[in-house]
């Protein structure tokens, strides 16, 4: 039983690493049927249930990459300026604050942009303590995020 854990836990990392690292259709079963010089033949026995829920796994994953997190939404607005005051609250964070993420999303009717892609409530709160002398209105926000780089 535990094998069969072990196992279908590293077929759903596979799928989502694959997910990430490519864009193509190939899956992981795909992928270790192909024979390989040198290598073993590898045979996959599931039920076709398995087979469904890991195909509906990767396929939502692929619609919406990144995982969930949490930003700082240092802009909120709505108005006829929203828009252009958007653009500029975005162009001055990315100058004063160099190697920091913004995203700028309209959610209508209102204007919104955040920056930062953190993993944690915390990784969060100790960014908004930097932005806050610049942006005092500033608060955590639950988003989507992207993957964080890796090194």
């Not at 694959?18 to 599931?46: C, F, H, M, W």
């Not at 975005?90 to 204007?111: I, K, N």
């Not at 002398?133 to 989507?144: G, H, I, K, N, Q």
Request: aromatic share 10%.
């Amino acid at each position: 039983m535990r094998a069969c854990i072990g196992i279908i836990v590293l077929m759903l990392t596979c799928c989502t690493v694959l997910a990430q690292e490519s864009n193509s259709r190939n899956d992981v079963y795909t992928l270790l049927r192909e024979p390989v010089a040198g290598a073993g033949k590898v045979e996959i026995v599931q039920p076709r249930k398995l087979a469904e829920a890991l195909s509906n796994y990767h396929a939502r994953n692929a619609q919406h990459p990144g995982l969930d997190g949490f930003r700082v939404r240092i802009y909120r607005d709505l108005g006829k300026n929203a828009r252009a005051e958007s653009e500029a609250v975005m162009t001055r964070v990315l100058e004063q604050f160099e190697g920091l993420r913004a995203y700028r999303t309209f959610d209508s009717p209102y204007y919104k942009v955040s920056v930062g892609d953190c993993r944690t409530r915390f990784e969060a709160y100790v960014l908004r303590q930097r932005l806050l002398s610049s942006y005092p209105r500033s608060f955590v926000v639950t988003e989507r995020i992207n993957f964080p780089a890796t090194d």
